[in-house]
């Protein structure tokens, strides 16, 4: 019983589309609000932890220990001035942190979020290539960083985004190689030994994965994870950012709640990194227990994966970019396609 | 055919340290040539110098390097006593030792902070500010300045060390051994950081005679140069301590080398924890009410070890309360201008490095 | 050969010696072959005649000397050929004190804006004069003694 089926059934004396309509919609406001929460929640969160690794204190001015911190910054990104620069190209300048925006939020509604107590299955997508749909939406993302870099005509954004582009182009292989890895294991069932049919969504994936994937293939594992943190642009990944080189990079003609949209973007992709991560390697919302708590073990393994990112952020220096492009070819590539000829000889002979 | 880009590094950008402007000629990412337009801090303090007291010219030397003071203001009196004959007696010079060796130490954790932020790492920059608020604090005891604290005076210091200072110093040294080697480790430690670091910015040995760079870019390219050792000022022939050389030549040799004489700056200061005398801590011609009436007469030159390398001051009388001339010669303008041949091929976050590692300090550029 | 036209120690026991200025570059190449090099330069105003001060030093004796020459017509000719480190630091000294160093190829002032009138460090400079320097929306610096003009 999922809770989608539930709402269905609240609204019946709608008629069935209606009602259906009805039960998307406020799921969908449903999930977007519990992500919205969850991203003041991790930030609140990232900050003070940050700060204890760099021997400050944190926010701990607005509100109870800092809590309204993050509203607070919201609403003063709102309230500032819009400036834009000159020469722009305005529509793609207008458009680029939007795109950045709305590619993270929709993913968040394909995530299948197991179960919890009282309400059921939270999944609100319920389609049978959500894998495919995922990675899809994900691509889009940097149609934005892209659009927002070389619309401003500056030097410092123009270059930022050719460190993007060359950045996306060495990771982005060997990360789609490690995910058709994991289809090829998913498409054998553990229990039974045969094919299964749904080895193309997350949540197909999940219900397959009685033993974590990360734990079968830890090589796809590392590639994956290391993918999704070049994928949200942390550092030693940052480069189209790269703070210290190119004042911000490709954001760096943006201000404002402009500025505000990217930096979600990019915050929410760790996020979503991290549920991805725990979704295809780490077993997703199995746990040890009754699938009752689903999305609580879910939770629980994305904030210790968003806490190691962070770790990772804080401690290690900025790759050069000829380094980076090096490091996703040659060792990256390699070793994706290593753990494919294995996941290959997994799913034949060992099983 | 090569398509050029021009990119302004400065002059307010986030990771150079005070007011340069380069103008980066850039093919794709590596850069062809590098212009430096100097003088956006220029406040002529050799010709403030000349319009006033001597005693009240050792506030434009602190504002030279500012993150390096003491030495700053050392290398002035230095000057000075020896052309107005007052001669600081042992106690105060052991003082001057003292700080000035504790504001290296001040120095040089800017420096490796700064670098950690100029490669991306954020962590060790805030606990390398930590350690050097601990320094401040105890020249704030000492002096009532922070960073800026214009301490030395004619013949001596402003104030007698009292128990509790000497006290501060063994404290902070104690702990501070343990955390130098912890951010130590945090850098190198890290592979990305070698990376960065390695076989960028070299400076051949007979480039850097050429252009005239000392310090720790010298002392990386393999020559033991160091005034303390050269040329022993204040007690520096009495303390044992090593200069450290790397073969290095690059960027992480000088990193390496900044390390190192921390190390060695702590083993100065213990020494002199030990040796430091009673009696007075200044010469009773350089007192206050005697101040403003000191005249000089001739021509000296003397020179320190400062953060950046060989800081010289040259002072003129002419017997009067004023000095004729003076000039400074800064360390950090010798680095700079072997910038532009160095970073010639190298890409731009290389070169954000080695401005990093070459940590020219705008204030004694420029003066 | 050069003539060394006095030797002698200033207070710090420094070693000072004086050539004359026709003598400068012969001294200087002479002092270069012996493996000396040069650390800075310091021009002084001395009301009738302007002065520069060399700083030698040698890396494998470790002696560190200053030669000191003289000019009644502001030039001198440039080190620049000789030791790098002359082409900032002659720059400065044009800048600040008005050298003309003859030979130099990129005689231009290095901390004051282009169109500065006078050398701050002479001292004959006006300093009741103030000079206003204003940028242009190119980001060309102009300087004049009016406060209002340019901006």
Known sequence: MNLLFKLHQWFSFLGNYASYGIAYLIETIVVLAFVAISFIILIYVFRKYMARIQLRIGPNRVGKFGLLQLIADALKLMGKESILPKGRDDMAYKIAPIITMMSIMVS??????????????????????TLILIFGILSIMPIGEVLGGISTRSNYAILGTLRGIAKDVSFEVPMLISVLAIVMVSSRSFVTGGSTYNSLSLAGIVTNEIIPYGIIEPLGLIVFFISMIARASYSPFDLSESDSELISGSTTEYGGMRFGLFYIGLFGMVYLGSFLVSLLYLGGYNGPVSSYFGFIFLLIKVIILVLIAFLIWLSLPRMRIDRFVQFGWKYLLPLAVINLIYAGFFVLYIR | MPHYTELNIGPVHPSI??????????????????????????????????????????????????IDAMNMELCYLMSVEKITGIEPPERAQWIRMIMVELNRLAARLVGMGSLGLDLGMLTPFFHAFKEREKIQRIFTEASGGRQEVNYFSIGGVYQDFTEKIINDIRNFIDQFKKNLED???????????????????IIEPELAFDYGVTGPAIRASGIPYDVRKDAPYLFYDKVNFDIPISHQKDNFGRFMIKVEEMRQSIRIIEQSLDKINDGPFFNP????????????????????????????????????????????????????????????GLMIADFIAVVGGLDPVVGEVDR | MYKIVSDEKDKVGMRVITVDKTDLIEAMTDFKNKGYYLTCLNGNDMKDHLEVIYFLHNFDTNDYFAVKTSTNDEHLPSLTKLFKVAEWDEREQYDLMGIIFDGHDDLRRIFLPDEWVGHPLRKDYDLKKVQYVNMDSEGNEHVSFDEKEGS
């Not at chain 2, 002529?44 to 030279?64: C, G, P, T, V």
């Not at chain 2, 700079?336 to 041949?341: G, Q, R």
Request: charged share 20%; net charge positive.
């Open chain 1, 108 to 129: 968040f509604i394909i995530i299948p979020y197991g179960g919890l107590y009282y309400f059921g299955n939270l999944t609100t997508t319920h389609s049978d290539i």
């Open chain 2, 17 to 66: 340290h005070g007011i340069f402007n380069f103008k980066l000629i850039l093919n794709e990412e590596i850069i062809q040539d590098v212009k430096v337009t100097l003088g956006f801090l220029h406040r002529n303090a050799e010709k403030l110098s000349e319009l006033n007291l001597y005693a009240d010219n050792i506030i434009f030397f602190d504002r030279m390097n500012y």
């Open chain 2, 183 to 201: 951010m130590y480790n945090m850098f190198i430690h890290s592979e990305i950081f070698w990376q960065r670091n390695q076989g960028i910015g």
């Open chain 2, 285 to 344: 011609q350089g007192k206050k009410s005697l101040m403003l009436r000191i005249k000089g007469n001739g021509e000296a030159f003397s020179r320190v070890e400062s953060d950046a390398g060989e800081f010289g001051v040259y002072v003129k009388g002419d017997n009067t309360t004023k000095p004729y001339r003076v000039h400074a010669r800064s360390p950090g303008l010798r680095n700079l201008s072997l910038l532009p041949v160095i970073s010639k």
